[in-house]
Structures are given as structure tokens and as C-alpha cells.
């Protein structure tokens, strides 16, 4: 559809323009998302500005110039953290922050952290155009290298600003260039030491608050714009090894083998059900799977694979991870073959207060929206950033779910309604 048509104009074609009011302007978003959509653009109208590259830092130099326009006050810290501030009426209160990022996947899509950061700022323009001024100092805030698609670890910036970094595992890491992290700091104009001061006190943050799409379709199916986020998933991965004994497919009689794809497909089949019965809000996947000889007429003797569990509840995963350990075992033990497993990644959940809930529910009201809380399965910077400050998120509806896929897409009506619903919880804080 970009082929035929710049991706302003797709934004504009069924824009309800009664929704420009009170100093925000569809027509100014839609115009930054088309500008920021060149940068990096793929053959395939997607969007590649990695962690730490040359185009992501030239998207927020963009953002940069926009913020000084609005009148921000613009600085840049040592994780290449981007931060536009306001004065408040009262400047010594701590500041309310509100963004996300401009990195990409590769070939991802156009709103993806990129409409939070504009949403951010669209509340400054229409402060600036409506003459108003919060009584709490307000920032946008731009957080470097979100995805992790440089080093297959994100959220680099917020944990910067947070002092959350295991900085000798992060020197430990190479791009897919052979480039080391501190190699890739120096290539655009940080360093590690730059990187390690970024660290902020967090007595001078009040607050955060994040719009993001949604990236799944509860808000598409509900109708509605924008919903309230309830918390942010912790992932829990666990890599599995099944054993069992390869050999010869047609001379091993059916009765008398130790098939680890077969126990391996029998867990993952069940794995699939165990969520549902625990939590609503709980996920399993198994993405990654490993076949061993992996031959046409060889039975499989070996099956490695990966879980990824997540729930924004904490007892509630570990429950599933529980029951997918005894599941493993079950499989096992009923095909003659051995199990055994590591934990990988073990992430906890974030918790949206239900004061901050109902903050965003009362500014959805304010707007003529009805109120839909949902919980988000990815991370964020919320999820770093909240560990330690009170947060709240906004979802903005995502057409069929798609996400870090050229043909995500959001449509104008809803990112404008967000930024409302942004702006009125910001103002009411």
C-alpha cells in the first residue's frame, strides 16, 4: 500500500479532523511519522534503525530540533538518552516523563516506539499553542537501543537512566559486525564511562507514562482506540533437552523405540493448553526447536528447545512454569526418553498500579472512551523504568495484530485519541 501512497497521506485519508482541538494537530503527527519513517527506510517500505546505529541517531537528532520548536529545553545523556523538558510552575517538583524509542527491528514498522515519542511530544505543541503550563515539570523522553536487535538485549537506554546495567556482561557483547558494545558506542559518539553516567537519581522523576500500539488485537476486536494497560509481562525461558536413541527408521519397529520428537511434539501439544487453565494474562511458546541426527530416515535422538512463559502476574508464571516442568517429565517418561532443562531468562513482571489504572480510565472517560484494561506481553521501558517510579501505560489498537513487520499499522483517529487521553492524565497528575 506505501507503493502507491507516502504514508502521510494513507494516514490522513480517513482522518476525523473534529479530533484536532485543543492545540493537538493529526496533521502534524502524521506528517512525523512520514518524515521519520524515511529514516532508515527497508526495500520493503519497513523500518531498520538498530540500537546505536547511524539512523537511529540521526531520528533522534529530528526529534531533537522538533523539541527545541516546542520550546523544550534539549539535552542529550551519555546512553544518547534524548530529553526535552518544560518548566513547570512549580520547577522544583520532580518531573512527570513521558516517551518511548526510535530503534527498530530490522525491517519493522513505522509506530512502533515511534508513536510514543511523538504522542509525548504532541502534548508539548499543544501546551505551547494553547498557552498552557503543567504545575510538575514535564519531559519527552527518546530511550536509545529499546529493541535490542544490536545485541539481542534491549531496553539499553532506560536501564542507563535507571543504574540498572550489568556493564561486564554488556562489554562481553558482539553485534552481527563483530563490533564489541563499547566498539559500538564509540561509532556514534558515546563511550562506556558516558554510558555508565547516564544513571539519574529518581527523586526527580514523579512519574512515567508510555503510549504504545498494543501489537495484538483485543482493542481491535473491543472497537476501541486506546485501553488501559494492567502490567507488563516478565518473561520466564526454559531450554529443554530430550534424549533419546537415534536409529535406523525402517528397521526399528514402532513398539520398540525412544523417539525424542515424539515426547518433545506430545509436551509442546499439551504446553499449549496450560496457560488457559492458570491465568488469562498467561502465555507459552515454543519458538525455537532443534532436531538431532535430522535426517529423512533417521529416528530423532535428540530434541532441544525453547520455552518462553510470561504473565504480568509473578506466581501466576511460576505456576505454569511449574506445570511445564512436570509435563516434560510426564512426556518422558512415557516414551522412554530422558528430559532435562536450564533456565534462561528470568524477567519480573511490572505491575501497573490501580491508582494509575484508574488515573487512565478517568481520562478515557474525560474523552468519550470506554474504559478496556488489557495486559502487554512484551517488554518496554515502562517495565524498567517502573521497577523503580510509579508508570502507567496507554495502548493505542494495532490493525490485526501486526508488529516489527512493515505492515504495522495504526490508524490516525486512534493515535490522536491517545495523545488526548495522554495529555488529560498528564495534566490531572
Known sequence: ??????????????????????????????????????????????????????????????????????????????????????????????????????????????????LGVL??????????????????????????????SRFQEGLSGSEAMMGQVDLEAKKTRRDANGMWFEEVLEDVGLSVDSYVSAKRDVKEIDSFVEVHIEQGKRLEKAGLPCGVVTGIAGPHWLHFTFEGKAGHAGNTPMDDRQDALVAASEFILALHHIPRQINDSAVATVGKLFVEPNGVNVIPGKVTLYVDIRDIYEDSREEVVERVLQLSKDAADKHGVKVSHEDMLITSPVLVSKERQE???????????????????????????????????LFVQSKDGISHNPAEWSELSDCVQAVHVLKNYIENL
Open 119 to 148: 504522542a509525548a511530544l504532541e502534548v508539548a505543541e499543544a501546551w505551547k499553542a494553547t498557552g498552557y503550563q503543567p504545575e510538575k515539570p514535564y519531559e519527552v523522553v527518546v530511550f536509545t537501543d529499546e529493541e535490542g
Open 1 to 114: 500500500m506505501e507503493d502507491t501512497l507516502k504514508l502521510k497521506e494513507r494516514l490522513l485519508e480517513r482522518y476525523d479532523a473534529q479530533l484536532d482541538k485543543d492545540g493537538i494537530s493529526g496533521k502534524r503527527l502524521a506528517e512525523r511519522l512520514d518524515i521519520l519513517s524515511e529514516i532508515g527506510r527497508t526495500a520493503d517500505n519497513g523500518s531498520n534503525r538498530p540500537g546505536f546505529s547511524h539512523e537511529e541517531k540521526a531520528a533522534k537528532e529530528l526529534v531533537m530540533q522538533w523539541m527545541e520548536e516546542a520550546g523544550m529545553q534539549v539535552r542529550m545523556d551519555g546512553a544518547g538518552n534524548v530529553f526535552g523538558r518544560l518548566e513547570g510552575t512549580n520547577p522544583d517538583l520532580p518531573a512527570v516523563l513521558s516517551g518511548s524509542h526510535v530503534d527498530t527491528v530490522p525491517n519493522g514498522g513505522h509506530f512502533d516506539g515511534t
Open 359 to 393: 488515573r487512565m480510565a478517568q481520562a478515557l472517560h474525560a474523552n468519550g472512551i470506554q474504559p478496556f484494561a488489557l495486559p502487554s506481553g512484551a517488554g518496554h521501558d515502562s517495565q524498567v523504568v517502573g521497577s523503580r517510579v510509579p508508570m502507567a501505560m
